[in-house]
């Protein structure tokens, strides 16, 4: 462990070149993700080839989980934090020429690799040089300015794109090229360790923090793939659909650093517990709301609720496993959220095949609320867990 993640203060070098990353990245992430979805849609794809790349692309980041926790134990978290960025980044040059569907496809998947490479260093890299002492607020600030770049992100690949497709790739591959020798340079050198697969009882002890980031992965996909479209059939104006969504992010934004810096205070468990039961509340109010104040207002609850999840979770995965640990710990964490971004929308659309649009939320609002009764049924549990 270095001295840099001794401090208290969420504030030093290596921090905010890790901050500075995740908003580079978040950037691509907020670009590339519409854009591949126009482009494809102008090529001739339809809807469904559309859903299945992103499927693939989460895929990819459930495969590349191993190498990644690999790679960050045994060599480096720079290492894999920079290949994971130029992998991205050469996946989104090539999409600037992609024609077939093999192409389109391949390099979706190299895509996804990418990321999952930059997501398991990133989130080994967090906890490695944060302590318990700002655990979670250094985990919120880094996921702010993932978001920020993802807000960021649109904006900037709209105007691109205005000019020609391929210049919005390069310009998103140049975004991500720049982010690897920051790292490279920047990070310190870590000690490399042997890498050692998780035991039964080390996933037991993250099992709280998989259920959460697996919850939260299901409620992002729901939000992104079918919330608007629920929203358009309840007879809400495209322009109060895109305020409902555009309040989401920013109670997300807002609530993040509050609520991480009480977290390190009061515990992750309890703020967790807490956003668990205001997220369920909330989810139910933008369902069965008939008056758009009233779903915005509680889309901008459930976003502030929901949002810092991620951060959360994080850091009680890094709060309970040993350092050794971390980089096996982080591939996991990944690819429970990347499961969880895959599989939601096709089981949240059946879901409302089956039982009606008003179910939209149903599969993660049982997620959360799950998570809620294990955080307080078990709460003696948990805390001798995490001092144990």
């Known amino acids: 462990m270095t001295s840099t993640a001794l401090s208290a203060s969420p504030f030093n070098r290596v921090l905010f070149i890790l901050y500075g990353v995740s908003a580079l990245a978040g950037m691509a992430v907020g670009l590339y993700n519409p854009i591949i979805a126009v482009m494809m849609k102008a090529a001739g794809y339809s809807d469904t080839a559309i859903g299945g790349a992103s499927s693939l692309f989460f895929l990819c980041v459930i495969l590349t989980a191993p190498l990644a926790g690999f790679l960050t134990q045994r060599i480096s978290m720079r290492l894999a934090l920079a290949c994971g960025l130029v992998l991205a980044g050469t996946a989104s040059c090539l999409f600037a020429y992609a024609q077939t569907s093999a192409e389109w496809f391949g390099y979706r998947g190299l895509l996804g690799a990418g990321i999952g490479l930059y997501l398991i260093g990133g989130q080994s890299a967090v906890n490695t040089f944060a302590n318990d002492r700002n655990r979670t607020i250094v985990g919120g600030l880094h996921a702010l300015c993932f978001g920020i770049g993802m807000g960021v992100g649109p904006i900037l690949g709209t105007a691109l794109y205005e000019v020609t497709p391929a210049l919005a790739m390069f310009v998103c591959a140049g975004i991500l090229f720049v982010g690897a020798p920051v790292v490279l340079i920047g990070l310190p050198v870590e000690v490399a360790s042997k890498p050692r697969a998780l035991r039964l009882a080390q996933i037991k002890r993250i099992s709280l923090a998989l259920h959460a980031v697996f919850a939260y992965g299901v409620a992002e996909a729901i939000l992104m793939s079918l919330f608007p479209v629920f929203m358009l059939d309840r007879g809400y104006s495209m322009t109060t659909m895109s305020i409902a969504f555009s309040a989401f992010v920013v109670g997300g934004i807002i609530s993040t650093v509050p609520l991480t810096k009480w977290a390190d205070k009061a515990g992750q468990e309890r703020v967790l517990a807490f956003c668990a039961c205001v997220g369920v509340l909330g989810s139910l109010a933008m369902t069965l709301s008939t008056q758009p104040y009233i779903a915005m207002a509680a889309s901008a609850v459930t976003g502030a609720c929901l949002g810092p999840v991620f951060a959360l979770a994080l850091a009680l995965l890094g709060r309970r496993l040993p350092k050794e640990d ?53 709460r003696p549990a948990v805390q001798q867990a995490s001092g144990a």
């Open 326 to 378: 971390l980089a096996g710990g982080s591939a996991v964490f990944t690819a429970f959220f990347s499961l969880g971004s895959m599989v939601a929308p096709w089981l949240a659309a059946l879901i409302m095949a089956q039982l009606g649009s008003l179910h939209i939320f149903t599969l993660s609002t049982l997620l959360f609320a799950t998570l809620l009764v294990r955080l307080v049924v078990a």
